[in-house]
């Protein structure tokens, strides 16, 4: 079994829409959870990240973290053409997620 | 502010071969990382460097990869010799700091794309 565990996708969503993103994980000592962003050609970049449980808004960003379960959830409020991207999960820094590819349709 | 800037973006190269990627860090960021970027995978860490000193190579394969950073700020990564498995995007990010129980934001470059025949 994977530590991080991501639905790989491809989701395709029309414009407007409101998305989630999740990762499951295995290690109950993860403290940090991180979301990235990785456009086409390009290496990733820090979203959000949540230390413990609770949620996190930044914006059209909501970041939720349920360590009961070992379940973290990405949302984008009004999503548009430009959050086309595969997001990354990541725990503690250095385990990552496979990446979800999201297509955003005009 | 530059970013973290990698060459070459793109190397083909037959198994076998040897290969070096170079990266040049955010200025001031102490901490440099190289990780393997393996067509639909998250990135794995290989090595991470705390100024030119290691902090981390357990997932790097040292019979055939290897990496320094002289004077702590340029870094290099060969990979001698080349596996077809080793196909991948090497990517490097640095970051201010690295102390444990933090968390410092990692700054990725664009990333090198190997691709070995």
């Known amino acids: 079994q994977k530590e991080v565990e991501q639905d790989p996708g491809p989701l395709s969503v029309p414009e407007g829409a409101i998305v989630s993103l999740n990762c499951t994980y295995s290690n109950s000592a993860f403290q940090y959870f991180m979301w990235y962003r990785q456009y086409s050609r390009k290496g990733p970049e820090l979203l959000m990240y949540?230390?413990?449980?609770g949620n996190k808004e930044d914006g059209r960003f909501t970041a939720q973290v349920d360590k009961s379960s070992k379940y973290i959830s990405l949302f984008i409020r009004d999503s548009q053409p430009s959050d086309s991207a595969t997001y990354l999960c990541a725990m503690d820094q250095f385990y990552f997620g496979t990446g979800t590819s999201l297509t955003v349709i005009p | 502010e530059a970013g973290v800037a990698q060459s070459p973006r793109y190397k083909i190269i037959e198994k076998r071969q040897s290969v070096a990627f170079w990266c040049n860090p955010i200025?001031?960021?102490?901490?440099l990382y190289w990780y393997q970027q393996i067509l639909g995978q998250g990135p794995k860490l290989l090595i991470q460097f705390q100024n030119n000193g290691v902090v981390d190579d357990s997932q790097l394969p040292k019979d055939r990869f290897s990496a320094e950073r002289l004077k702590g700020v340029d870094s290099t990564l060969k990979i001698q010799p080349a596996k077809l498995e080793d196909s991948a995007v090497y990517l490097c990010?640095?970051?201010?700091?690295?102390?444990?129980?933090?968390?410092?934001?990692?700054?990725f470059g664009p990333g090198t794309r190997l691709t070995v025949t």
């Open positions: 949540t230390y413990s449980s």
């Open positions: 990010a640095s970051s201010l700091g690295s102390l444990a129980g933090a968390v410092y934001e990692q700054y």
């Open positions: 200025s001031g960021h102490a901490t």
